[in-house]
C-alpha cells in the first residue's frame, strides 16, 4: 500500500473537482479573450456581459486554487502529524458546502446576483458559508494538529499560512460607504493574500514536497524555511503600498510602497536557489523525475510571473503609465500560474499516483502536460504584455483616448484568444493523464 | 547561517513590516478624510455606490484603475461627460458604443441621478494626477460639463463626431479639434461641411453624417459657437 494514513484519501475528491473547476475557468477565459477581439451583438451582451463572465473566470481560478491547497493540506499533514485526521467526515461536508456555495454564486452571477467587487464578487449571505467552510477547515486541520503534538516549521507555516488567509478574507464583508477606503481594504484581501498568506502556504507545501523526494535533511530545509517566510512578510506587509499610489491615500506610499515591493522578488529569487540546491544534492534513488520538473518549472515561473512582470510595473513612476491595463493582466495571469496554478499540479502530481495506490507511472503524458502548458502560458502572458505597452503608449502616454487604443490592440487579442485555446488542450491533457495515471511501462534493458 | 538567525529574521522582519503598515493604516485613515472631502460624501453619494455595485459596472469599467480592463476608466469620466453625458450612455448605450459594446442595463432615473452625483464625488477625489489620459481636462472639466447639455453637444456626441473629432482634448484623432472651429470657419461654411464635405474641401474624406435638417442647423450653431 502507497498511502501511508487511510485519511489521507479525502484529498483525492478535492483534486478531480479542483481540476474539472480549472478546466471551466480556462475556457471562459477563451470566451473573454474572444470579447475582447470581436464585436459581440448588442442582444447577446445584454443577456451575457463580459462583467459576469469575468467574474465566473476569476470566481472559478480562486476556488479551484484554494480547493487545491486545501486538498493538498488534507494529504500533508496526516504525515507530517504522523497521525490520522480529526475527522474525515468534516473534510467531505467541508467540500460539499464549498462546492456547493460555489454553484449557488456562479448560478447567481448570471442571474446578476453579485456584490459588485471584482474578484470578490461573491454576495451575503453566501460568503459567510465561505467562512463557514473555512471555519470547518481550519477546525478540522488544528484539531489534528493539536492532538498529534508533533509541532514542525513545515506544519506550523502552513497553519499560520491558513489563518491568515481565513482572517484576510474578513475585510470583504463590510460594506465601505467610501471607495477609497473599499480599496484600500480590498488589497488587504488580494495583495495580502497572493504576496502573503498563499506564498506563506506555498513555500510549505513546497519544503514538505522538496523534503519528500530530495531526501534533504529536515533542519536544512525548515532553517531557510524561517528565512523565506521573514522576507516574505517583510517585504509583502508594507509592500501593499504598491496599490496604494493613486487611490485618494497620502503621498508617502509611494516611497513606502515602492521600496518594499521592489524587494518582494528576493524571498522568491530564495526559494529558487533553495529548490535548485535541495534537487542538486538530492540522496538515494528517484521513482520518476516529473515531479522534480514541476518543482523547477513553478520556481522559476514564479520568479517571471511574481518576480519580474511584478517588478516591471511596481515602482511609481512606471505604475502612474501602467496602472490598470493589459500590463496587470499580462503580470496577474503569468504570475497566478506560475506560483499558484504549478504549485498545486505539483502536488497533484505526487499525491496523485499514491492515491490511486501506484509505486510509479508512466510520466510521458504529463511531461509533455507541463511543457505545453507553461509554454502557451508564456506566449499568453506576451500577447498581453505587447497589447498593455501599446494601450500604455496610445492611450496614457499619448493620450489618444480608450478605444483608439483598443483598437490598436485588436490584434493582439485574436492571437490571445489561439493561444488560448492551445492553453485549454494543454489542461485537458493534464486532466485526463491525472485521472487516468497508469503504472510505467517495463525499463528498457539500458535504464 | 544558524537556526537562530533564521528565527531572528522572521520575527523581525514580520513584525518591522506590521508596525509600520498598520501606523501608517492609522494616518490614512486620518488624511483620508481631506484627501477625498469626505464632507461631500453624502448620502445620495453612498446610494450611488450601491448602484455601481450592484449592475456590477466595475467588472468592465476600471475605477480608480481597479476592476476590470475592458471599458474606459470612470475616475475622471464625470469631466469627460457630465451628468448628462452619463446618464445618456447608461440609458442608450447603443448610441454611443462602437465596436465594443455596453449592455442596457435598465437603471430607474433616481438610480441614474445617485449614479451621477458618486462619479461626481469619484472625480474630486486627490489621485496624485492619475490618470495620465485625463489631466488635460482638468482645466476644462467646467465646460465639459457644460457641454453634456446643449442640445448640439449631445449631437455631436450621439452622431459619433467624437469618434474622429476632438472637444478640449477628448475624442478622436482622424479628424481636426474643433474646439475653436468657430473662429475659422462661419455656420454657413459648416452647414455645408455636414451637408456634403466635398463641396467645400473636394479632397475631403469625412464621410458624410446622417443628419436631419433641424440637426444639422443645431450642429452648425453649436459649432460656429465654439470660438
Ligand atoms: C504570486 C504572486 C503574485 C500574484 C498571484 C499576483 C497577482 C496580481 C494580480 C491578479 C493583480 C491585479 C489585481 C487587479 O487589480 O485586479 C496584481 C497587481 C499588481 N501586482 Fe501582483 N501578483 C503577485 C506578486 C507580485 C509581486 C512580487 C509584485 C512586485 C514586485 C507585484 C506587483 C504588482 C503591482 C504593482 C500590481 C498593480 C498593477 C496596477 O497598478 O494595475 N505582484 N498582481
Ligand atoms: C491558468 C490559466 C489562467 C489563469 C491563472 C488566469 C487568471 C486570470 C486573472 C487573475 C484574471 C484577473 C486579471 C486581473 O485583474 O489582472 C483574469 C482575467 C482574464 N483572463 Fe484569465 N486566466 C487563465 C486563463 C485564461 C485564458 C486561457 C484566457 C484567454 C485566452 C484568459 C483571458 C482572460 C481575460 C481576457 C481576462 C479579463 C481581463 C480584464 O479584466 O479585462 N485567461 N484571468
Ligand atoms: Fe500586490
Known amino acids: ?447 | 547561517m544558524s537556526a537562530k538567525a533564521a528565527k531572528w529574521i522572521f520575527y523581525l522582519g514580520t513584525l518591522i513590516s506590521l508596525v509600520l503598515f498598520l501606523g501608517l493604516t492609522v494616518d490614512t485613515h486620518r488624511q483620508i478624510k481631506t484627501l477625498t472631502h469626505t464632507d461631500k460624501l453624502s448620502e445620495q453619494v453612498v446610494a450611488g455606490k450601491r448602484v455601481w455595485q450592484k449592475y456590477n459596472c466595475n467588472d468592465c469599467h476600471t475605477i480608480l484603475g481597479f476592476g476590470s480592463y475592458y471599458a474606459p476608466d470612470m475616475t475622471k469620466v464625470y469631466w469627460r461627460r457630465g451628468s448628462e453625458g452619463i446618464k445618456a450612455v447608461v440609458r442608450t448605450p447603443e448610441r454611443f458604443t462602437t465596436w465594443r459594446k455596453m449592455p442596457h442595463l435598465g437603471l430607474t432615473d433616481l438610480e441614474l441621478q445617485d449614479l451621477v452625483a458618486f462619479l461626481q464625488w469619484v472625480s474630486e477625489i486627490d489621485t496624485q494626477d492619475w490618470p495620465p489620459q485625463d489631466q488635460k481636462l482638468r482645466a476644462a472639466a467646467g465646460r465639459a460639463v457644460a457641454l453634456g447639455v446643449s442640445p448640439g453637444a449631445t449631437l455631436f456626441q450621439e452622431k459619433g463626431c467624437f469618434a474622429c473629432h476632438r472637444l478640449y482634448g477628448t475624442g478622436g484623432m482622424l479628424g481636426p479639434e474643433l474646439t475653436h472651429v468657430g473662429s475659422r470657419r462661419t455656420y454657413e461654411t459648416i452647414e455645408r461641411i455636414l451637408t456634403d464635405p466635398r463641396s467645400v474641401n473636394p479632397q475631403a474624406t469625412m464621410p458624410t453624417p446622417p443628419l436631419s435638417h433641424e440637426e444639422r442647423d443645431e450642429l452648425g450653431r453649436f459649432l460656429a459657437g465654439m470660438k
Open chain 1, 1 to 447: 500500500m502507497v498511502l501511508a494514513y487511510p485519511s489521507q484519501r479525502v484529498a483525492y475528491p478535492y483534486f478531480v473537482v479542483a481540476l474539472f473547476l480549472f478546466i471551466l475557468q480556462v475556457i471562459v477565459g477563451i470566451w473573454l479573450a474572444s470579447s475582447y477581439a470581436f464585436t459581440m451583438p448588442q442582444g447577446l451582451v445584454d443577456i451575457l456581459p463580459f462583467s459576469t463572465t469575468r467574474a465566473i473566470h476569476t470566481n472559478l481560478l480562486v476556488l479551484w486554487l484554494l480547493l487545491g491547497f486545501m486538498g493538498s493540506t488534507y494529504f500533508m499533514v496526516p504525515e507530517e502529524t504522523e497521525r490520522d485526521l480529526f475527522s474525515p467526515t468534516l473534510a467531505y461536508v467541508q467540500l460539499a458546502l464549498l462546492v456547493g456555495t460555489g454553484v449557488a454564486a456562479l448560478t447567481g452571477f448570471v442571474f446578476g446576483w453579485t456584490k459588485g467587487r471584482p474578484l470578490l464578487e461573491i454576495p451575503h449571505p453566501l460568503d459567510y458559508l465561505v467562512v463557514g467552510g473555512a471555519l470547518i477547515f481550519l477546525l478540522n486541520i488544528g484539531m489534528t494538529m493539536l492532538r498529534a503534538r508533533r509541532w514542525t516549521v513545515t506544519q506550523g507555516s502552513l497553519l499560520g499560512g491558513l489563518v491568515f488567509l481565513a482572517v484576510m478574507y474578513l475585510f470583504n464583508l463590510p460594506f465601505y460607504a467610501n471607495l477609497s477606503i473599499d480599496w484600500y481594504y480590498w488589497w488587504w484581501v488580494i495583495h495580502l493574500w497572493v504576496e502573503g498568506a498563499w506564498e506563506l502556504v506555498a513555500a510549505a507545501l513546497t519544503a514538505w514536497i522538496l523534503m519528500k523526494i530530495t531526501g534533504v535533511p529536515r533542519e536544512t530545509v525548515e532553517k531557510w524555511l524561517y528565512v523565506e517566510l521573514g522576507l516574505f512578510l517583510f517585504t509583502g506587509i508594507a509592500g501593499t503600498g504598491h496599490h496604494y499610489y493613486w487611490l485618494g491615500a497620502p503621498k508617502y506610499w509611494l516611497w513606502v510602497g515602492g521600496f518594499f515591493s521592489a524587494l518582494e522578488p528576493v524571498p522568491i529569487i530564495l526559494m529558487l536557489v533553495d529548490a535548485w540546491h535541495y534537487i542538486q544534492n538530492r540522496r538515494g534513488q528517484l521513482n520518476g523525475r516529473l515531479v522534480f520538473t514541476f518543482a523547477t518549472g513553478m520556481a522559476i515561473l514564479h520568479l517571471v510571473g511574481a518576480g519580474f512582470w511584478g517588478f516591471a510595473h511596481t515602482l511609481p513612476p512606471i505604475n502612474y503609465y501602467t496602472h490598470g491595463s493589459q500590463v496587470t493582466v499580462a503580470h496577474g495571469h503569468i504570475a497566478f500560474f506560475g506560483a499558484y496554478v504549478l504549485l498545486n499540479l505539483m502536488f497533484f502530481y505526487y499525491a496523485m499516483p499514491k492515491l490511486k495506490g501506484l509505486a510509479s507511472y508512466d510520466e510521458r503524458r504529463g511531461t509533455l502536460a507541463f511543457w505545453w502548458l507553461s509554454l502557451a502560458m508564456l506566449g499568453m502572458t506576451l500577447a498581453f504584455s505587447v497589447a498593455g505597452v501599446l494601450q500604455t503608449y496610445v492611450e496614457r502616454v499619448m493620450g489618444l483616448g480608450y478605444m483608439t487604443a483598443q483598437a490598436q490592440m485588436r490584434f493582439w487579442f485574436t492571437i490571445l484568444a489561439v493561444l488560448g485555446l492551445t492553453l485549454l488542450a494543454g489542461v485537458v491533457l493534464t486532466v485526463v493523464d491525472l485521472l487516468t495515471l497508469r503504472p510505467a511501462p517495463p525499463a528498457k534493458a539500458s535504464a
